[in-house]
């Protein structure tokens, strides 16, 4: 089992739809969760981060974490053309220092309009 | 304030070459990290330092990949001798202390 898994898609959604994105972890005693949004040929970006049980809103996006499930998801709202792009769930498992991250494989996203 | 710089952008040698890849973190942060992002493995961690001190180099493929970091400002990724199965896309990212990780703009590999 991979420590951090996301369905790779594409995931496919009408422009103005919410575009949802998923993400599991192994590490029961995993602390922090990030989602980095990636553009063919350009760097990761951090766009979200979670820490705590429950919803995080910022904008048009959604950070969801439950941790009796070792879940996290991204939601998208009003989902635009210029948010294709690759999004990347990264975790801080437990016991680990120095902020090293695990990435999961990545989801492709498609918004077309 | 100036983002993690890498350099060169690009890079294209031939097999058996040295490569050195260069990074310059973010002022002020602790930690750097190198990563190697391919099509097939996605992004995988190289190494990490923290204080400029290697803390986990699990991830280096080889003895041919070494990494060094002399001061809190620069760090190189050295490859010797390159072989094509290096090229890939590789990233230093930089964070500090319970904040998340900045990643730099990449340098794009080709072993030829």
């Known amino acids: 089992q991979k420590e951090v898994e996301q369905n790779s898609g594409p995931l496919s959604v009408p422009e103005g739809a919410i575009a949802s994105l998923n993400c599991t972890y192994s590490?029961?005693?995993?602390?922090?969760f990030f989602w980095y949004r990636q553009y063919s040929g350009k760097s990761p970006e951090l766009i979200m981060f979670i820490y705590s049980n429950g919803d995080k809103e910022d904008g048009r996006f959604t950070a969801q974490l439950n941790k009796a499930s070792q879940y996290v998801s991204l939601l998208i709202r009003d989902s635009q053309p210029s948010d294709s792009a690759t999004y990347l769930c990264?975790?801080?498992?437990?016991?680990?220092?120095?902020?090293?991250?695990?990435f999961g494989q990545g989801t492709i996203l498609t918004v077309h309009p | 304030d100036a983002g993690v710089i890498q350099s060169p952008r690009h890079e294209v040698t031939e097999m058996g070459q040295e490569v050195t890849l260069r990074c310059k973190p973010i002022?002020?942060?602790?930690?750097l990290f190198w990563y190697r992002q391919t099509m097939m493995r996605g992004l995988e961690l190289l190494i990490y330092f923290n204080n400029n001190v290697p803390i986990d180099d699990s991830g280096m493929p080889e003895d041919r990949f070494s990494a060094k970091m002399p001061n809190a400002s620069f760090s190189t990724l050295k490859i010797q001798p390159s072989e094509p199965r290096d090229s890939a896309v590789y990233f230093c990212?930089?964070?500090?202390?319970?904040?998340?990780?900045?990643f730099g703009d990449g340098t794009r590999l080709s072993i030829l």
């Open positions: 990264a975790v801080i498992p437990g016991g680990t220092s120095y902020g090293k991250l695990t």
């Open positions: 590490d029961r005693g995993s602390q922090s």
């Open positions: 002022s002020g942060h602790n930690s």
């Open positions: 990212a930089s964070s500090t202390r319970g904040q998340p990780q900045h």
